[in-house]
């Protein structure tokens, strides 16, 4: 895990319009040095630049893999679509905290995961790969997040929670203390998590209910 700024170029997965956003909130962290990004879906798209920067289709990066790193920009669970084809070509994955983030050293953070401007992680907490913590997301201590999670803006997660891989909370969501929140659910914007849920389903409102299963993240 490397919470430092980048030691090599950086593309970053993703050319929707958010890319750019992440890409300008991580360009505070000294030597951040973005020079494409990359796509994955409609080819004709590395037609077009972003802000100068080429756009690249995912098939043709492999020969930046010993010179460049790289990290995902997609807030979708589905990311690891786009995310393990790049692992295969031996691409080394950065993990990126915005310098007003704050990480206890007792914590632990995987491969590829962001802390965006102002979230905070209290002590004891381990946090997957390719973990997506957006602007202003709080997480209390003794908490666990598996791989592939997003936590949106304004997330409040308490402590001793268990979030799931491929899970997704919403804006603003609240998570009380000790919940545990299983795979590939999704709670909506605003909600209130005050026991614990299932996989694959949707949960919204205040408290939280579930209003959908079988559902595989968003």
């Known amino acids: 895990m490397n919470r430092c700024a980048p030691l090599k170029p950086l593309l970053i ?14 360009s505070d962290l000294p030597g951040f040095h973005v020079t494409g990004f990359v796509e994955n879906l409609d080819r004709d798209r ?17 020969p930046f893999a010993t010179t460049h790193a790289v990290i995902c920009s997609l807030s979708t669970t ?18 990126l905290v915005h310098p007003t983030g704050y990480v206890s050293r007792k914590s632990t953070l995987g491969h590829g995961v962001s802390i965006n401007v102002g ?6 907490t381990s946090i997957g790969s390719y973990v997506q913590i957006n602007r202003g997301v709080t997480i209390g201590h003794h908490t666990v997040i598996e791989d592939y ?19 997704y909370l919403g804006i603003g969501a609240v998570i009380v203390d000790g919940v545990t929140i299983g795979a590939h659910s999704v709670v909506g914007a605003g909600a209130v998590v005050t026991h614990d849920l299932p996989d694959r389903v949707l949960a919204v409102g205040v408290p939280a209910k579930v209003v959908r299963e079988g559902i595989e993240g968003k």
Not at 46 to 62: F, K, N, Q, V
Not at 79 to 92: L, S, T, Y
Request: a negative charge; one cysteine or more; charged letters at 20%.
């Open 13 to 26: 997965l993703g050319t929707r319009p958010y890319a750019l956003v992440f890409a300008d909130a991580f």
């Open 46 to 62: 590395c037609r077009d630049s972003m802000e100068g920067l080429p756009i690249y289709w995912i098939d043709d990066i492999a």
């Open 78 to 95: 589905f990311r690891d679509r786009f995310i393990e084809p790049v692992k295969r070509m031996g691409f080394d994955f950065l993990t």
């Open 119 to 124: 979230s905070i992680v209290a002590g004891y």
């Open 149 to 167: 999670a997003t936590l949106q803006p304004g997330v409040q997660l308490a402590g001793n929670c268990h979030i799931g891989h491929h899970t």
